[in-house]
T-cell receptor, first 115, second 118 residues
Framework: AQKVTQAQTEISVVEKEDVTLDCVYE???????LFWYKQPPSGELVFLIR??????QNEISGRYSWNFQKSTSSFNFTITASQVVDSAVYFC????????????FGQGTELSVKP | GAVVSQHPSWVICKSGTSVKIECRSL??????MFWYRQFPKQSLMLMAT?????????EQGVEKDKFLINHASLTLSTLTVTSAHPEDSSFYIC??????????????FGPGTRLTVT
């Protein structure tokens, strides 16, 4: 069965610190997609990244970077020089290619960035 | 592009009444729409998958007679919470899967509907 684990329930950092959000997944399939979403207090999910299982290249987008390692089934997310506006709940999600688009979400990590 | 709307954004209803939530894909056709529920401080849990023109597929533990889903067109799916009770109070989020083109695998989320049952 597919499963996504975000072991960190809450993280609190001070502005300008770097922070890494962990994500570990389980799936038996060879083709799958991994996602990160941000959910600010308004509730609307904001798409951050999609990565397919064949692409293990790390990705950087501004202050955001992602480290995908199939060997450890992890897809970690790092925010560099965090800002107060980064405060939100972050979800990692898994989509099985053959499951018709169902997304399996992790429990979420609530990030609080203090000034 | 790829905008999904939900209406209403929030609703308060009395226990025992029914509430309908609409999910619309505004600039693309969605053969598949998903309905998620999120309780406070919890993750999103898939309730059901709806395909245009056919019956919805419900996840285990979700009462199909209580949560009625209708996907009548390629741009509209509705979720009706029948005989709502306080425990149904939650944040309901829909997503729509683009039918074709380079966005064929993408799933776009609506802004959510906050339901409070008193």
């Amino acid at each position: 069965a597919q499963k996504v684990t975000q072991a960190q329930t809450e993280i609190s950092v001070v502005e300008k610190e770097d922070v890494t959000l962990d994500c570990v997944y389980e799936t038996r399939d060879t083709t799958y997609y991994l996602f990160w979403y941000k959910q600010p207090p308004s509730g609307e999910l904001v798409f951050l990244i999609r990565r397919n299982s064949f692409d293990e290249q790390n990705e950087i987008s501004g202050r955001y970077s992602w480290n995908f390692q199939k060997s450890t089934s992890s897809f970690n997310f790092t925010i560099t020089a965090s800002q107060v506006v980064d405060s939100a709940v972050y979800f990692c999600a898994l989509r099985d290619y053959n499951q018709g688009g169902k997304l399996i979400f992790g429990q979420g990590t609530e990030l609080s960035v203090k000034p | 592009g790829a905008v999904v709307s939900q209406h209403p954004s929030w609703v308060i209803c009395k226990s025992g009444t029914s509430v309908k939530i609409e999910c619309r894909s505004l600039d693309f056709q969605a053969t598949t729409m998903f309905w998620y529920r999120q309780f406070p401080k919890q993750s999103l849990m898939l309730m059901a998958t709806s395909n245009e023109g056919s019956k919805a597929t419900y996840e285990q533990g979700v009462e199909k007679d209580k949560f009625l889903i209708n996907h009548a067109s390629l741009t509209l799916s509705t979720l009706t919470v029948t005989s709502a009770h306080p425990e149904d109070s939650s944040f309901y989020i829909c997503s729509a899967r683009d039918r074709a083109g380079p966005r064929g695998h993408e799933q776009y989320f609506g802004p959510g509907t906050r339901l409070t049952v008193t």
